[in-house]
């Protein structure tokens, strides 16, 4: 299952902007887990990017603890503020504040898909330098899944 995944996020980062529909069913894929109660295990089984990061990765990463600062609830406010700023105002630009356009859930997959690759282009590097799931330390995806109250 964990494989499916890693190859589904490769698929997604090289492939999806020339087909966006592939960003909005991992959205949707996301959505299916949270309604069916499987939450909690997002990151740990169910995460294309987590299960890209565990399974083909950490083989390459020299798995050193992860720096303080990047744990620091600091920091991953920062990150989610500015992730949140981003991808609100992407969302502005792709013009999906109302009314929503007949292409909306292309323009949609567009816009997630530029998240993850910009994200990929700061999760990669950190894996290949410090630890596989150093990303996953202040992932605003992450971070916004554990407020979710139950
Ligand atoms: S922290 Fe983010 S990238 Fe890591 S497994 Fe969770 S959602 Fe995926």
Same mark, same amino acid.
């Given at each position: 299952?964990?494989?499916?995944?890693s190859?589904? *996020?490769? =698929? +997604?980062?090289?492939?999806?902007?020339?087909?966006? =529909?592939?960003?909005? @069913?991992?959205?949707? *894929?996301?959505?299916? +887990?949270?309604?069916?109660?499987?939450?909690?295990?997002? %990151?740990?089984?169910?995460?294309?990017?987590?299960s890209f990061?565990?399974v083909?990765?950490? /083989? @390459?990463?020299?798995?050193?603890?992860?720096?303080?600062?990047?744990?620091?609830?600091?920091?991953? /406010?920062?990150?989610?503020?500015?992730?949140?700023?981003?991808?609100?105002?992407?969302?502005?630009?792709?013009?999906?504040?109302?009314?929503?356009?007949?292409?909306?859930?292309? /323009? @949609?997959?567009? +816009?997630?898909?530029?998240? %993850?690759?910009?994200?990929?282009?700061?999760? @990669?590097?950190?894996?290949?330098?410090?630890?596989?799931?150093?990303? %996953?330390?202040? %992932?605003? +995806?992450?971070? =916004?899944?554990?407020?979710?109250?139950?």
């Amino acid at each position: 299952m964990r494989i499916l995944l890693s190859i589904a *996020y490769l =698929i +997604v980062i090289t492939l999806g902007l020339r087909y966006p =529909i592939l960003g909005t @069913l991992v959205f949707s *894929y996301m959505g299916l +887990v949270i309604i069916v109660g499987k939450r909690k295990k997002w %990151c740990s089984s169910y995460c294309p990017r987590g299960s890209f990061l565990d399974v083909m990765i950490s /083989r @390459l990463s020299p798995t050193r603890p992860i720096p303080l600062w990047l744990l620091s609830k600091t920091f991953r /406010r920062t990150v989610l503020v500015m992730f949140l700023g981003f991808f609100g105002l992407q969302l502005y630009l792709s013009g999906l504040f109302a009314p929503w356009p007949e292409d909306g859930l292309i /323009r @949609l997959g567009t +816009v997630l898909v530029r998240m %993850c690759i910009l994200s990929s282009a700061i999760a @990669l590097p950190l894996a290949f330098w410090n630890n596989q799931r150093a990303w %996953c330390s202040f %992932c605003p +995806v992450g971070n =916004i899944l554990r407020r979710i109250p139950q």
